[in-house]
C-alpha cells in the first residue's frame, strides 16, 4: 500500500474521485469564519504536520481545521521548504495566491538557512532575497533557525543585524528560537538578540525544543525567565521521551499554561502562538488532530 505521507496533490485528489469538486468548500466556510485566539492571541498551525504533502493539501488542511492564520514551513516540494533563499518573486507570488483563495494570513515564516558559509555579504543577500518573499506573502515575521557551527555564528548574526532595517520597512520582524547548537536555550537566545540589539528581532519561544535538546532535562517553564521581555511569538510544540516532538500540544509532556503564565510574567501577553508539530497520521488523522490542538491553545488563552 502506497504511504500516505508520501501522496502528491494529484494523488489525493484522484482518490477522492468526485467528491474533490466540493473540497474547496470547507474551506471557504473555514475562511470565513473569526480568526482564532481570545483577542490579542492569534492562533495558527505551520504546514509542518502536512510535510509529506504539497502546498495546496497542507493549506486546504489548515482551513477546513478552522485556521485563519498559516504558519508557512517545510512541505513536500524540490526544496522542502514553503519559502526560502531560493524562492523565485514568482514561486513566492503563487504562495500569495494560494493563502489570498482561503483566506490565510501568515503570522510566520521558516525560510531555511542563509549562505554565510559563503560570507557576510553572501548572507546578507540571501537573507534580503528571504526578507522579499516573505514580503510578498504577506508574512509578519521571518523565523531564523540559527546556527550550530561556530565559525558561522558571527557572520550569521551580524548578516541579521544589516537587514533588521531592511525587514521593518518591509513591515516584517525577525527572531530566533531555540533551535539545538548554539542557540538551544532561552538563555542562549536572549543574548544572541541582544548582541544584535535591533527593535524587530526577538524570541520565537519553543518549549518543546527546550526538551528535546537538554534530552527532557531542562523545564521550559525555567528556561523561558531567561527570554524576559524578547518574546514576540511561540511555536507551540509538545514533547515525549525520549526524543519526540511530533506530538499533539496538551497530549505530552510540555506544561503549557505555566510555560504561557511565566512568559506573560515577562511581557508576552499577546501575539502569535503557531502550532507546529502534531502526532503523525493520514489527512482525516491529521485534520483531527489539528483541530484538536486548536481547541487546546484556545482554551488555554481563552
Known sequence: MADPRRQTRRDVLARAGAAALGAALPACRAAAAPAGGSGRWTVGIYTRPWDAFELPVALDAIAEAGFRHAGLMTIQSKRRLVISAATTPEEAGRVADELKRRGLSVPSVYGGDIAV?????????????????????????????????????????KAIAECCDYAAEKGLGLSVKPHGGLNATGAQCRDLVKGVA?????????????LYYSNGTQDPVADAADVDGLVVGMSVKDFLPPKNVAVTPGTGQVDFPAVLKRLRQGGFTGGPLVIECLAPGDLPALLAAARQAKRFVEELVA
Open 117 to 157: 558559509a559563503k560570507g557576510l555579504q553572501a548572507g546578507i543577500d540571501d537573507l534580503r532575497r528571504l526578507i522579499d518573499r516573505c514580503a510578498a506573502v504577506g508574512a509578519r515575521n521571518l523565523l531564523m533557525g540559527g546556527t550550530g557551527d561556530a565559525t558561522l555564528q558571527s557572520n550569521y548574526y
Open 198 to 210: 535591533k527593535s524587530n528581532f526577538g524570541v520565537w519561544y519553543d518549549p518543546g525544543n527546550i
